[in-house]
């Protein structure tokens, strides 16, 4: 049992429907067996709780652990390759590098690589795009249960149109996913995900058998690419004869537990179809600013109903960190001009934590620092020279505060990371 006494900042309430930032100047969260059991004014939680050990980290801000719900793990090495669209960047940069996993012992560098990356910028849990190569797919599970990152993840699967070392079978991606899910599904804080690298890479025998293994394997997730860049959905079209969304959808492949990354180009129908299935759009803005994919419609989106959590990318992201992705997210609203969807901090928090947990079926779990919530937290620190220490001791409330975190933070200011109440950084 611990008592940890900080200033907390969350978003238990939706900002887009209403909510607004949560902040409590000295909370006290009583934390047992890695679930926040007690919170609240740190004196009255004392006083309750005379005898437990108290951590003190009055001197920074806590926050919940980020939730990343689109990022590749084979493209560690790829990140900052700028200058190129969608399917050059492809062909030049991350499918070569993705080719180099299939050495497992190359695997095995790159995945502590990006588990320790992920965890040095305070994300938490994360749905990872994996490896087209089963035996570094079980590399990455397995360094993220050392490290105790919270991970969604699967065998990534194309059959035409990417080099022919990344190609796979239906009946062999079948085989493989269903080993490695029997191995991770529901194993600790790991979950498998059906991952179709995209449609364009994929036959209709392949989605045919990602829709058996998601079928077959109860509770388990799905995730891959949508209508990202211009050139790309017209060979999709071109390709299956319908919209993007209708390629994974006559496979039984869009549903509550879909996330699509990207969506910068959607019809007003596919937009319908996600909210009426429930599926979650991964928005991954430095990514998209970097490939030149386009402005993200937030505000059809939001009209829609459609449910939007962030995702860093990486490799055509420039970075793990969520602070940088969420100031992006803003960055890209502002330049939509009236259109754009003028977001506050407390939006920002939101996408960064409680709308990532929440497209991952992990509300009831992780996305804010609740009673009853797994304590999976972040605690911001910068050193006190440094502009966001300034900016901190001279916010104007917790809104501001909050404001000149997502505008100044990068990993460096993160000083401690919780995993159900471990700490995994710091
Ligand atoms: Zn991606």
Redesign the pocket.
Known sequence: MTLFRAQVLDTPDDPFRGGQLRADADAGLLVVDGMIAERGPYADVRREHRGEVVVDLRSGLLLPGFVDT?V?YPQMRAIGALGMPLLEWLDRCALPEEARLADPGYAQEVAGEFVASLVDSGTTTALV?GSHFAPAVDLLFETATERGLRVTCGLVVGDRMLRPELHTTAQRAYDEARELARRWHQNGRTRYAVTPRFSLSCTDELLDSCAAVHEDTAGCWFTS?INENPAEIAKVRELFGCSYLDSYDKHGLVGPNSVF?HNVHPTDAELKLLAATGASVAH?PT?NAALGSGLFPLDRHLSSGVRVALGC?VG?GTGFCLFKEALQAYFLQQLRGPEGVPLTSAHLLHLATSAGADALGLRDQVGDLEVGKRFDAMWLDPSPDTPLAVGLRHADGPADALAKTFALATPHDVHGVWVDGERVKG
Do not use: R
């Open positions: 689109h590749h795009f690419h990354a991954c990514s990318d055509a």
